[in-house]
């Protein structure tokens, strides 16, 4: 009697030991657990760590909530203004309803790939080329608002969207490396007019410096003189300006009558030849006479 209720302990005991396991279930802590009872879908999303379900009723499934890194394949497509384009991206998602990413879709990773994949392609088409370079950041929102609209009934979340590259025609690359070159140009011919305008303008100011001071200009003659003789590697030929012969022909005058004389050389042409006329020299030859008196009829001739 004994070794037959020993036999039926242990058999139970190993009855439940194979219930057990097979009824035992982990969810690890990334994971969230989906329980369908005979087909039918539990309210009951099992949380991480150790759960049990019923062997051959229930089924349990685990839905991955880490964020998904997709890469989404390069697209061609035509922008707005016409040029044709390769651009390809990258999707950040995650589950955030485990029941409805399970049962509301059959492979949400399949149907959030041929999602960014199609909204890629609209936003291409929407887009010119200039804001697929440059503006990158607004056609990244515009593109997440369109594959987040749809993917929310998933139980799918998109956090971010990133246009990876843009591939361009290698003529257009070379149209844009043309344009690029003759924008630089325009810009190097500006700036060196300006740089001419200015330089012309201090020359100016200097020319006219000179004008009221001839000295300078000497000045300016010997420092150029100086600067080109500390060369000792050319000859050079000097014009003497005429400036020069003025200023020195000027000199000892300037000397023989201190400031406050007058300059024979600057007086007046009239007054000069009063001058350097003596005295009892006759008059200018050119001068007219007085008129004499006519004779008359009974006068001795």
Not at 82 to 95: E, H, I, S
Not at 197 to 218: G, I, R
Not at 243 to 248: P, S
């Amino acid at each position: 009697m004994l070794e037959e209720i020993l036999v039926a302990a242990a058999a139970v005991g190993s009855a439940g030991v194979v219930y057990l396991g097979a009824a035992a279930r982990v969810v690890k802590q990334y994971e969230r657990g989906v329980v369908l009872r005979l087909g039918r879908l539990r309210d009951q999303v099992r949380a991480p760590g150790f759960t049990l379900i019923i062997p051959f009723v229930d089924r349990l499934h685990k839905v991955n909530m880490q964020i998904v890194t997709m890469p989404v394949p390069a697209q061609e497509g035509i922008t707005r203004d016409n040029v044709t384009v390769r651009v390809d991206a990258v999707v950040y998602f995650k589950v955030v309803d485990a029941a409805s990413a399970l049962i509301k879709v059959e492979d949400y990773k399949f149907a959030v790939s041929q999602m960014a994949q199609t909204s890629l392609r609209s936003i291409i088409g929407k887009s010119e080329l200039d804001d697929l370079l440059s503006d990158r950041e607004k056609l990244n929102q515009g593109l997440e608002l369109m594959i987040d609209s749809p993917a929310v009934g998933w139980g799918v979340q998109v956090d971010r969207v990133e246009i990876k590259d843009v591939s361009l025609p290698e003529t257009m690359k070379r149209s844009m490396a043309r344009q690029a070159e003759a924008d630089r140009e325009r810009r190097a011919r500006v700036i060196n007019a300006d740089a001419e305008y200015q330089a012309s303008k201090k020359l100016a100011e200097a020319a006219q410096q000179m004008e009221d001071t001839p000295t300078a200009l000497q000045l300016r003659l010997l420092q150029t003189i100086v600067a080109v003789a500390a060369e000792k590697n050319s000859t050079l030929v000097l014009p003497f300006p005429v400036e020069l012969l003025r200023f020195l022909e000027r000199s000892p005058h300037a000397v023989a009558h201190p400031q406050g004389q007058s300059r024979p050389d600057l007086a007046r042409p009239d007054e000069t030849a009063s001058l350097t006329q003596e005295p009892g020299s006759s008059p200018d030859p050119d001068a007219t006479e007085p008129p004499r008196p006519t004779p008359g009829l009974g006068d001795a001739p």
